[in-house]
């Protein structure tokens, strides 16, 4: 394919895409925290406590009005006194391995169903009680829900990866995959994903029907239309534990904000990238990032999209 082609078929996200999504806030009569959604966080497992708080933090910081964890009961304690106060929690049934139980998937999707959008994934641990619930979990979602980290592996163990989950759903799905997860999840090498990403993350989108988020160097977003979608925020110091789950957690709060599926990734992304390009200016360098510094500087990064999207300089307030 010629350069002139790829430049029909692939556009750099900008500010303005992620402006649009989370337009600046303004002062209104009618406006509460129920205005901006209720995002359920559902993962956790021994051993894997930080990555739901991570995706609670980001959503908080990502403009959410309300967040909720679920997580295995055994985590209450520990969860308790790292989460912020004013994120609220529910325990499930926790099977022998430390995991979510199968059987919690009922007390799960009576969370989920009440909230917005969902976080489903981070940290849930893997083995066949994990994608038992898995399964019982995405088949009963009703609500827009993004699908991430132990939830795409469990997807990945099914026999046909998920697929007639997926393809099912009658709500918005975004699978935010890293090379090694979506290689799992179409039955090819990590290699075949790093040599073509963009026809791969396409071929995603096809077999799943859904948006495909594949992260890593300049993260592709596509839903399978001609136009695919390239970010270009971020840089190498953010390639450490845990942002992928702040990831999960910014696109979450956006998607709790009612809003389609396609814009909400691609905000997510640049937002995420900003955040670190940010974080990274201030600290001093990208050596040595680690992801809760990106959740601090995600109301900035905002901000400086919307800004940019009015014409307004960084040291100016809105109007």
Do not use: W, Y
């Not at 956790?44 to 609670?56: H, K, Q, R, T, Y």
């Not at 963009?198 to 799943?208: D, N, S």
Request: net charge neutral.
């Amino acid at each position: 394919m010629s350069h002139e082609s790829d430049l029909k078929v692939r556009k750099i996200i900008t500010a303005q895409d992620a402006a649009t999504a989370l337009p600046a806030r303004v002062n209104s009569s009618g406006i509460n925290k129920s205005s901006f959604g209720h995002v359920a966080v559902v993962g956790g497992c021994v051993g894997l406590i930080g990555a739901p708080i991570l995706a609670a933090h980001a959503a908080l910081r990502t403009g959410a009005g309300l967040v909720t964890v679920a997580f295995p009961k055994d985590l209450e304690n520990s969860l308790a006194s790292r989460l912020s106060p004013v994120i609220m929690t529910l325990s499930l049934k926790q099977a022998f391995e430390g995991t979510i139980a199968s059987a919690g998937a009922t007390e799960a999707l009576e969370l989920a169903n009440r909230c917005t959008a969902v976080a489903f994934g981070p940290g849930l641990g893997k083995g066949a009680e994990i994608t038992v619930f898995v399964q019982k979990f995405l088949e009963g979602c009703h609500v827009p829900v993004v699908v991430d980290a132990d939830a795409l592996n469990a997807l990945a163990a099914m026999s046909d990866q998920g697929v007639s989950i997926i393809k099912t759903r009658k709500t918005a799905t975004i699978l935010t995959p890293h090379p090694k997860e979506l290689a799992r999840l179409l039955t090819v090498t990590t290699e075949v994903v790093q040599a073509d990403r963009e026809a791969v993350a396409k071929q995603a989108t096809e077999k799943f029907g859904c948006v495909v988020v594949l992260k890593g160097h300049r993260t592709i977003v596509t839903s399978g239309e001609a136009i695919t979608f390239e970010n270009d925020t971020g840089h190498p110091g953010m390639a450490t534990a845990g942002t992928g789950d702040v990831l999960t957690g910014i696109l979450a709060a956006i998607l709790a904000q009612h809003i389609e599926p396609l814009a909400a990734a691609k905000a997510a992304v640049h937002i995420h990238g900003l955040a670190g390009d940010l974080a990274a200016t201030v600290i001093g360098g990208n050596t040595g990032m680690i992801a809760t510094d990106l959740i601090e500087f995600l109301p900035r990064a905002i901000g400086e999209c919307q800004r940019k999207s009015l014409n307004i300089p960084p040291s100016c307030d809105f109007p």
